[in-house]
């Protein structure tokens, strides 16, 4: 199969904000929901039909031309993009590539209504992209950080993923090669080594290592913060 470095975070990071939107009573039905860094926007469909308006915001226009607001989050924004309007914003995986925390979280707090909740995710275990935009791997606490600078109530602060999901990342971007002088006992470790790697990705794809054991670790695939104005 494919090598797909997005295997394990995307569906991850998918059916967290599909549970949070599905069990949400932050907001209701009509309310106004502002994608940052929507890209091309995975999440409009399921925004929708939740009941809630969707406008987008993103740095460039995407290809079917559907961003309503363009402008960059971590500088001052225009007089286009409405203040205190939104009753969500929804940030998924941009952060890492937003170099100006303090203007974008103060852009946060200005864009969002008051009661208003902002959902964010956030890669920690994941291999460089975008480059050269491509800034920070934040923690937990970094978001408790910005949140108390900002006034901003936590709401949720979780760490998603398991060992399992970071050791399939790690092989889905990952390749053994051999060097040149190894020797014949070398060649043997390297193509031992290679077999061992390859049944284990394989076994992690179809999800039988995870069925049978769990694999215990102190990294995690990335965060999921709710914050409040």
């Known amino acids: 199969m494919k090598k797909s470095p997005e295997r394990y975070i995307k569906p991850l990071i998918s059916s967290k904000i599909e549970e ?54 971590d500088k001052p924004l225009s007089n286009h993009v409405p203040v205190d ?62 949140a108390q600078r900002h006034s901003l109530q936590v709401l949720e602060n979780q760490k998603l993923g398991t060992g399992w999901d970071i050791l399939g990342t790690f092989l889905e971007v990952s390749f053994v090669d ?8 070398g060649t043997f470790i390297f193509k031992f080594v290679r077999f061992v790697l390859s049944k284990i990705r394989a076994y992690l794809v179809v999800g039988r290592l995870q069925s049978i054991s769990s694999l215990q670790s102190s990294f995690f695939h990335s965060v999921f913060v709710v914050l409040k104005k």
Request: with cysteine; hydrophobic share 45%; proline share 5%.
């Open 85 to 146: 309007q939104f009753d969500v914003i929804l940030c998924t995986e941009v952060l890492e590539h937003v170099a100006n925390w303090e203007q974008a979280f103060a852009n946060f707090r200005q864009i969002l209504r008051p009661g208003g909740v902002i959902v964010i995710t956030t890669p920690f275990f994941y291999f460089l992209h975008e480059e050269p935009h491509d800034f920070w791997r934040p923690t937990p606490f970094a978001f408790e950080w910005f």
């Open 20 to 73: 949070f939107f599905a069990s949400n009573n932050v907001v209701g039905e009509g309310g106004q929901l502002l994608d940052v860094g929507c890209g091309d926007q995975p999440f409009k469909l399921l925004i929708e039909k939740q009941g809630l308006i969707y406008s987008s915001l993103d740095i460039s226009q995407n290809a079917s031309n559907s961003v309503d607001y363009l402008a960059a989050i």
């Open 178 to 185: 051999k060097n040149h002088s190894t020797g014949a006992f």
